[in-house]
């Protein structure tokens, strides 16, 4: 089986009956090993260099990733990996954590709208306007801090958000922007293990991090909200990909494969030159022969 089709697996379009405990976080298809998907895997990376060229120069589309996950999930190291190829002219990464004050003062979406990739760009969210039914979500005290009039923060304050994401990413797709999502979905034994490597091993020590071990408690909460996320955002114009986060290799496998066919499916190309720019550069190319 071919790497686009074991991603195709992970996608999700309609989350109707989309339930989180029938995904396993170890799944890696027909993959064996590293070394197994390692070629496939540095192919996708050159692809996906070859594709950017080409969407900067086109200057028509523009490619928003959104990577939300648990701690340690691999969130880093996946946009670190699978984007090495690319040109950093042509590509943006933001990182959502606590809104700022001025963020405060503004709808829930205005932060991450203000960092929306250009035309013939890549952009990257690492968290996004998602941690608006994740996080909020489970620590509904957030919501007193974000100044919504309390008339407005009623029962149904979550599938109101989901109907606004909804239409926000509609009208972003309409406008020629695509929208990819991932749900890098690690399990607990597996978040356990990559705690302790950070605690165990100095030159992890960095990336630790208190605040990460009281979300952990928060589990199943966690784990609730990321299947009512999915469930009501998951759209044909906006798919998420639930990718097996356990083993790092396949899920940058997995994510790899996913760009590539995005981009694949944007029938990119050069710009063509008109007779006009043609003589243009002829005439210059002249110039340039007959002077030393």
Request: aromatic share 10%; net charge positive; proline share 4%.
């Amino acid at each position: 089986m071919k790497a686009n089709k074991v991603a195709r697996t992970f996608c999700v379009e309609s989350g109707k009956h989309f339930r989180l405990k029938d995904c396993d976080p170890a799944a890696t298809g027909h993959w064996r090993s590293k070394d197994h998907a390692a070629e496939a895997l540095q192919q996708g990376i050159a692809r996906t260099a070859e594709l950017q060229d080409k969407l900067y120069a086109q200057n028509n589309w523009a490619l928003l990733l959104i990577f939300q996950a648990m701690d340690a999930a691999g969130k880093d190291g996946i946009i670190k990996h699978v984007m090495s190829g690319v040109n950093p002219q042509g590509c943006q990464v933001f990182s959502f954590k606590a809104p700022s004050e001025l963020e405060l003062q503004h709808d829930f979406l205005w932060r991450t709208t203000r960092c929306l990739p250009e035309r013939g760009h890549i952009g990257i969210f690492n968290r996004s306007y998602y941690e608006e039914v994740l996080v909020v979500r489970v620590h509904p005290e957030i919501l007193k801090s974000q100044r919504t009039p309390p008339s407005l923060v009623g029962k149904n304050v979550w599938e109101e958000r989901y109907e606004d994401i909804r239409s926000f990413e509609r009208h972003m797709a309409r406008s020629g922007t695509v929208i990819r999502k991932f749900f890098l979905h690690v399990s607990k034994k597996e978040q356990k293990r990559r705690f302790l490597a950070r605690l165990e091993e100095p030159e992890k020590n960095w990336k630790f991090s208190a605040a990460d071990i009281r979300e952990r408690a928060h589990w199943d909460d966690y784990q609730t909200a990321y299947e009512e996320m999915i469930s009501n955002t998951a759209t044909e114009y906006a798919p998420w990909y639930v990718v097996p986060a356990d083993n790092k290799w396949f899920t940058r496998l997995v994510v790899s494969t996913v760009v590539v066919e995005t981009l694949e499916s944007l029938d990119l190309a050069y710009p063509k030159v008109d007779d006009a720019k043609r003589k243009e550069l002829e005439a210059a190319k002249k110039i340039l022969i007959s002077k030393k």
